[in-house]
Each structure stands twice: as C-alpha cells, then as structure tokens.
C-alpha cells in the first residue's frame, strides 16, 4: 500500500485559493488518488477522485503530476464551512478486489476569516 | 453519490456490556465494507475489513473475539464491541466500496463511550 505524506496543518483567508499536496512516491500502477473531507464527529466525506493529469468537479480540482508520485487538492475560494481535515487516500478502490484502504494523517485547514 | 447509513450515532453504555453498531449501504450492494477506530485529533484507523459471506480480516492488534464483524448480506455490517471496557471509548466508523461508483463511502459515525 502507497503510504502518503502530507502537511499537519495549514491556514488560510476566507476567499483565497488553497492547494494541498500529497506525496505518494510508491504509488502502484492500478493505484488511483482519492481525496476525503472530515468535519469533527462525521466521517469522511468524499471530495475527488483521479488517477493521472487533472480532474475537477463542483467543488475542487486534483492535479496529478506524470510520474504520480504526488498529488495537489485545489479548493478555489475557501469559505469558514471549508475547515475540516482533509485526507489523501491512496489505492486500488476501483478494481473490484479486496483492497484495504488506510489513512494518513490528514491536514487540518483552518479557514479564517 | 451513494449513501451509508450508520446507527446509532451515539451511545452511552455500562462496563462489561455489548453493544453493535450497524452500517448499512443504502443503494447499491457492498461486498466489502471497512470499519475504523479514531480518536480524538487522530487519523482513522482500520480495525477490519467485512466481507460479505465470510469472516472478517482483522489488522495486527486487532482483538477479533472483542470486536466481533458480521457481514450477513450485501448492504449490511455490524460490529459489535463485546464486554466493553473504557478504554473501548471511541468514534467508530464504517464504509463501503461502492462498486458502480467505483468510489469508497463512508458512514457518519458512532461515538461509543462506555463508562
């Protein structure tokens, strides 16, 4: 299983953009990068998915470098509500096999106003 | 996206009782489900991995006659915490893969404290 680094934690202002980065240097071929959102007492709420360039949705973009041995959430304006933990997951989940899945440390953002 | 259910949310309960917690997958069927331990600050940690028919595999330190997972059909897991003891006191969490999603859901929770 790709072990992932990230930041402990980061700040930001309201209304900025911010981008967290994810390291995964042992990342496998059939690995794909899935980023989570956990507010206190709720469990993981899912954000993106994506296994290689770019991916976005409604509410963030991923970018995925060629080599893939990292990763970068981008949240384009960030609001109070957007303070939460953010996990970088990485694994096989689309296969279909049984392929646990494990979470790093996480990083807290703390939005300010 | 796909829904996991988990109940109950919160419970308090007595040294020495067994309590379960259920997780279910609301709209699509999940052969595999996972559950977690976290405490406070800390990150999730997989305790099991449920699968649907057959025994769970628990991780290393994970006692499997304390924490006993059954995963009887395709949308539901339960785990329950056997001769629960203080220090069983934590926010336990489920999920899913949801394989037409290709994506892995998660339940909202359950804070377990036993006094």
């Known amino acids: 299983l790709a072990k992932t680094t990230q930041p402990i934690s980061m700040d930001s202002y309201e209304g900025q953009e911010v981008n967290i980065t994810c390291s995964h240097n042992?990342?496998?071929?059939?690995?794909?990068i899935t980023w989570y959102q956990q507010f206190p007492s709720q469990g993981p709420r899912f954000i993106i998915q994506g296994y290689k360039t770019k991916v976005t949705n409604e509410v963030a973009s991923l970018f995925i470098p060629a080599d893939r041995k990292s990763s970068t959430l981008s949240l384009p304006r960030v609001s109070l509500s957007d303070t939460a933990v953010y996990y970088c997951l990485v694994g096989d989940i689309p296969s279909g096999g049984y392929q646990k899945v494990t979470f790093g440390t996480g990083t807290k953002l703390q939005v300010i106003p | 996206g796909a829904v996991v259910s988990q109940h109950p949310s919160r419970v308090i309960c007595k040294s020495g009782t067994s309590v379960k917690i259920e997780c279910r997958s609301l709209?699509?069927?999940?052969?595999?489900m996972f559950w977690y331990r976290q405490f406070p600050k800390k990150s999730l940690m997989l305790m099991a991995t449920s699968n649907e028919g057959s025994k769970a595999t628990y991780e290393q330190g994970v006692e499997k006659d304390k924490f006993l997972i059954n995963h009887a059909s395709l949308t539901l897991s339960t785990l329950t915490v056997t001769s629960a003891h203080p220090e069983d006191s934590s926010f336990y969490i489920c999920?899913?893969?949801?394989?037409?999603?290709?994506?892995?859901?998660f339940g909202s929770g359950t804070q377990l404290s036993v006094l």
């Open positions: 999920s899913a893969r949801d394989r037409g999603h290709e994506k892995l859901f």
């Open positions: 042992n990342i496998a071929t059939n690995d794909y």
């Open positions: 709209d699509f069927q999940a052969t595999t």
